[in-house]
T-cell receptor
Framework: EPEVTQTPSHQVTQMGQEVILRCVPI?????FYWYRQILGQKVEFLVS????????KSEIFDDQFSVERPDGSNFTLKIRSTKLEDSAMYFC????????????FGDGTRLSIL | AQKITQTQPGMFVQEKEAVTLDCTYD???????LFWYKQPSSGEMIFLIY??????QNATEGRYSLNFQKARKSANLVISASQLGDSAMYFC???????????FGTGTSLTVIP
């Protein structure tokens, strides 16, 4: 069964550095998402992406964050000038596009800011 | 107001017994979807079951069923014949069909006792 893949599984970065989290959504899916989950807390929506542009974003998704679909398969989340509070699990998800389809999640990237 | 409310931070159930995990939602949209996800200790998010707002019958998927009470805006997950492998966090989520974002609850931690 096709799945969403995320790399790396764990990223350790110094505060202030830039980090890029990578995702390969399921190939025939049209909607892509990034979520964040701080340890032990709820899953928080960051951004959704459709037709090569951001369709919705949350208050968390400020100028520090950006997303890109640089080619036909990858979907990346860039965090500039990382802060300690950016430490979290970051999940990528994709959805086929039919109205009632669930999102399928990747296994996540655990980001640790030192 | 919270879009999704899960009032049970932790639940215990005896193996082979049934358990109900509560979820209430808040929306003024007529068309929406409700989803349940399982997050084991390994961290991945696993889609379990979906209920559409216009579905007249409660959704079922193997040992999972969704007790959908539209007037009360509740979408409780029922797990029958609990197994040790069901021990995990369970998240209720909603997507309003006017948007792309999925809203998640704070989750319920289920522990199955042998």
């Amino acid at each position: 069964e096709p799945e969403v893949t995320q790399t790396p599984s764990h990223q350790v970065t110094q505060m202030g550095q830039e980090v890029i989290l990578r995702c390969v959504p399921i190939s025939n899916h049209l909607y892509f998402y990034w979520y964040r989950q701080i340890l032990g807390q709820k899953v928080e929506f960051l951004v959704s992406f459709y037709n090569n542009e951001i369709s919705e974003k949350s208050e968390i998704f400020d100028d520090q964050f950006s997303v890109e679909r640089p080619d036909g398969s990858n979907f990346t989340l860039k965090i500039r000038s990382t802060k300690l509070e950016d430490s979290a699990m970051y999940f990528c998800a994709s959805r086929k596009g039919r109205e009632n389809q669930p999102q399928h999640f990747g296994d996540g990237t655990r980001l640790s800011i030192l | 107001a919270q879009k999704i409310t899960q009032t049970q931070p932790g639940m215990f159930v005896q193996e082979k017994e049934a358990v109900t995990l509560d979820c209430t939602y808040d929306t003024s949209d007529q068309s929406y979807g409700l989803f349940w996800y399982k997050q084991p200790s390994s961290g991945e998010m696993i889609f379990l079951i979906y209920q559409g707002s216009y579905d007249e019958q409660n959704a079922t998927e193997g040992r999972y069923s969704l007790n959908f009470q539209k007037a009360r805006k509740s979408a409780n997950l029922v797990i029958s014949a609990s197994q040790l492998g069901d021990s995990a966090m369970y998240f209720c989520a909603m997507r309003e069909n006017t948007g792309n974002q999925f809203y998640f609850g704070t989750g319920t931690s289920l522990t199955v006792i042998p």
